[in-house]
Structure formats: structure tokens, C-alpha cells
């Protein structure tokens, strides 16, 4: 996931993003626990991919404060 990808995306898109990697987090800490986990790469990537979004939907927040002052 590209952060110039997400910048494209309106902020109900970026919160529909965020609910589905926070679900696949759950699950992949699900796997992991239950020894099932076969790709544990996957877990750092969703993690930084929801951080991501978190802070693009952060700065398009500023944004709208600002302009809007």
C-alpha cells in the first residue's frame, strides 16, 4: 500500500480501509496465537498499513480544521 494511493481516497473510504486491515490484524494475532500463522511477515505489514492510514486520515482532518478557520 502506497501512501500517494491513500492521499486519492476520501476519508470514508480511508475508515472502510481501516476497519478491514484492523480485522485482518485480529486475525493474523488469532493465527499466531493458535500456532496457525504461516506467513509472519503479514503482521508488521498491516500494522504499518494501518498506521498509514491513520495518519493520512489525520492530515486530511488538519486539513479541513484549517480551512475551515
Do not use: C
Request: charged share 35%; aromatic share 2%.
Amino acid at each position: 500500500m502506497d501512501a500517494k494511493d491513500l492521499r486519492d481516497k476520501t476519508p470514508d473510504e480511508l475508515r472502510d480501509q481501516l476497519a478491514s486491515l484492523k480485522k485482518e490484524a485480529f486475525n493474523l494475532r488469532f493465527q499466531q496465537a493458535t500456532g496457525q500463522m504461516e506467513n509472519t511477515s503479514r503482521m508488521r505489514l498491516v500494522r504499518r498499513d494501518v498506521a498509514r492510514v491513520k495518519t493520512i486520515l489525520n492530515e486530511k482532518a488538519a486539513a479541513a480544521a484549517s480551512t475551515e478557520a
